[in-house]
């Protein structure tokens, strides 16, 4: 995953300096420091913490917690792979550590940041298409851990499928779609037998106004036409984010498919990082907050609980504007 994240720190050279990279094993760090002069490389997060002011963890889940909260009590700002951590009492003692010291905790979902992902939101909010009423992800692709990877366990994952990656996808139907009323989840290790939990997600939510967002991800792709597509239905055409082509486009009745915009394929890293940047410099809530995070990660567990109750999951009091600045609830 550091290599995966090394295009945000060329790309913002002239912002920050990256001074460390922190592995328990020593040839992860020292693979980073072929990439970067100077680079300092340890395997305890101790060992530099004095020497940088904000630290960008990317860890197995279950270390989420205990890392970034050495971190924040270090003084240090925080930008924490997604999920935050894998129980709500992780997360909550995170976000009021990173508020008791005025410091930015930002998770990172770094498709909110992705242009094809806010082209739609603006296009959606815009009304390109009239009203939306209709929000499909789908995320297929093949991965999977050799035996014994933390990755495979629900108890150092915090879940399956749905909470390791699709809460990516959840966090994007709440932002586009709003207030989630009831929804249901249906998971599945055939095909991946690999995995102790989901494999396989099928995620359906209905939203205030009658408004319905569905996920589909699976680690389980041998094949794909999809691969990674957004599409928004709206009562006069269907927008479509086709983030493996690099395409934007509109489609309307008895018209050829318009591309809007084309942009590079990848994850767009950069853009996340430049604004933990900004929140740093400006002091400003990030778009990917505690507790908005928080929020999506309660939607996730609802679900898994009536999934093993066999019912439709409850998930009103889970809004976008009924979290509080503590990460509590509003009644």
């Known amino acids: 995953m550091s290599r995966a994240h090394l295009r945000r720190f ?24 072929e990439h970067v002069d100077g680079l300092r490389v340890a395997t305890d997060v101790a060992d530099v913490l004095d020497d940088v002011d904000a630290c960008l963890l990317v860890l197995p889940h279950h270390l989420h917690h205990p890392i970034a909260l050495q971190c924040l009590r270090a003084g240090k700002h925080v930008l924490l792979e997604k999920p935050m951590a894998i129980s709500e009492a992780e997360c909550l003692e995170l976000i009021d550590e990173a508020r008791s010291r005025d410091l930015i905790l930002m998770v990172a979902y770094c498709m909110r940041f992705h242009p094809l992902v806010t082209g739609m939101k603006q296009m959606i909010d815009d009304g390109s298409v009239g009203d939306v009423f209709q929000v499909s992800i789908w995320t297929e692709q093949l991965t999977r851990y050799e035996e014994g990877h933390w990755a495979l366990k629900e108890a150092t994952l915090g879940g399956g499928q749905l909470f390791s990656h699709g809460c990516h996808y959840i966090d994007i139907l709440l932002w586009y779609l709003g207030r989630p009323l009831r929804g249901t989840h249906m998971g599945s290790n055939t095909g991946t037998e690999w995995m102790e939990r989901e494999g396989t997600s099928n995620v359906t939510i209905e939203f205030e106004g009658g408004r319905l967002g569905y996920h589909f991800g699976t680690w389980g792709a041998r094949a794909t036409r999809l691969a990674y597509t957004f599409h928004a239905h709206g009562t006069e055409g269907m927008i479509e984010a086709d983030i493996r082509a690099g395409e934007l486009r509109v489609l309307r009745p008895g018209s ?40 999506g990660l309660r939607l996730i567990w609802r679900l898994y609980e009536a999934e093993d109750r066999q019912e439709l999951a409850n998930l009103r009091g889970l809004g976008l504007d009924q979290v509080t600045e503590t990460g509590e609830l509003r009644s």
């Open 256 to 295: 050829d498919p318009e591309v809007v915009s084309t942009h590079e394929t990848g994850k767009h890293t950069e853009n996340e990082m430049r604004h933990f940047l900004d929140c740093i410099d400006s002091g400003q809530s990030p778009l990917t907050d505690g507790p908005s995070s928080l929020q």
């Open 10 to 33: 060329d790309v913002l050279a002239d912002r920050l300096e990256l001074v460390a990279a922190v592995d328990v094993d020593e040839t992860r760090t020292a693979a980073v420091a």
